[in-house]
T-cell receptor
């Protein structure tokens, strides 16, 4: 498809389990963002990549959160030892020069 | 980035114009006003953006006051599919790949 694709769409994890969330940006888009959206709130910035370089990770809430984009295309957000407060929708967005941000549908993570 | 203030919710009758206000009194001279919306269970979708002049596209119109301290998003003929949360965001420019800072937005309910 032509849009940003995220997988899985839904993920249920037991507390303490590690999870990996995938984002396939629009082909050729240089910039990639991850956001976290808690229930009833607006999305909050987590981290930003330009190609393979992670230029801003100031929004990552703890060292349990790690993101990578090794070849400047697909990105993975990994959460280690998940906690209940990690339950949220994780959104990925990509953009190219002179375009707006295109968002995926998100991954809904539920930690039980 | 400047903060924005939006009413938490609004109603609009189908076929009527929906006027969504946003205050951004601390906006800087090089900051743009962007509007995104988020339909239930989807990622945010770009609507429109502007700097000083009023803007119109196929989705909406954006009216920015002369002092740029507030703006209004206008959906000229609201439909049921326009029911969503609307976010007003101020940012230097997506061309600079600045992260978007979402607030809690305005939940617009369009009724028959």
């Amino acid at each position: 498809g032509a849009g940003v694709s995220q997988s899985p769409r839904y993920k249920v994890a037991k507390r303490g389990q590690d999870v990996a969330l995938r984002c396939d940006p629009i082909s050729g888009h240089v910039s990639l963002f991850w956001y976290q959206q808690a229930l009833g709130q607006g999305p909050e910035f987590l981290t930003y990549f330009q190609n393979e370089a992670q230029l801003d990770k100031s929004g990552l809430p703890s060292d349990r959160f790690f993101a990578e984009r090794p070849e400047g295309s697909v990105s993975t957000l990994k959460i280690q030892r998940t906690q209940q407060e990690d339950s949220a929708v994780y959104l990925c967005a990509s953009l190219h020069v002179n375009t707006e941000a295109f968002f995926g549908q998100g991954t809904r993570l539920t930690v039980v | 980035d400047a903060k924005t203030t939006q009413p938490p919710s609004m109603d609009c009758a189908e076929g009527r114009a929906a006027n969504l206000p946003c205050n951004h009194s601390t906006i800087s001279g090089n900051e743009y006003v962007y509007w995104y919306r988020q339909i239930h269970s989807q990622g945010p979708q770009y609507i429109i953006h502007g700097l000083k002049n009023n803007e119109t596209n196929e989705m909406a119109s954006l009216i920015i006051t002369e002092d740029r301290k507030s703006s209004t998003l206008i959906l000229p003929h609201a439909t049921l599919r326009d029911t969503a949360v609307y976010y007003c965001i101020v940012t230097r420019s997506l061309h600079n790949t600045d992260k978007l800072i979402f607030g809690t937005g305005t939940r617009l309910q369009v009724f028959p």
